[in-house]
């Protein structure tokens, strides 16, 4: 099942959600969430951007695509996107009950799930090469 989700980042640390339902309650993880029928994935990302973080945003472009493999629910193909906020005000909504914003190279644990892992990982990557 596709999800989709993004990555915001502010002064070299990246925003983050807690999670407030099963599975992996009280984990951390990039805002993220299933499409919806007849949803594209950009507006997936931007309506989970929102339901999760209160914040409206706009996409900079695709990131990546991880596989999903230890979801219980689901195998899920997560699609990720660059954003920066647009608008709103930062809150946890929907399944986040918790937001915060932590350094790549100090992450809160537990992280949810291997998919977001890699993709910070992945960012953490990126970022380094790009500040050299």
């Known amino acids: 099942m596709p999800a989709c989700g993004v990555l ?16 992996l309650k009280n984990a951390w993880g990039i805002p993220a969430g299933f499409m919806e029928y007849g949803e594209h994935p950009e507006e997936t990302a931007v309506r989970e951007a929102l339901e999760e973080t209160g914040l409206k945003v706009r996409l900079t472009g695709l990131f990546g695509v ?3 493999r230890d979801d219980p629910r689901t195998r899920a193909v997560l699609i990720l996107y660059n954003a920066r906020i647009a608008g709103g ?5 929907d399944d986040a009950i918790e937001l915060g914003y932590f350094p790549l190279d100090h992450l809160p644990r537990p992280m949810a799930f291997r998919a977001h892992r890699e993709a910070l990982r992945d960012l953490r990557r990126m970022n380094r090469e790009r500040n050299r």
């Open 8 to 23: 915001i980042q502010r002064k070299g640390s990246i925003l983050l959600a807690r999670r407030g339902h099963e599975p």
């Open 66 to 68: 991880y596989a999903g």
């Open 89 to 93: 005000k930062l809150q946890p909504g």
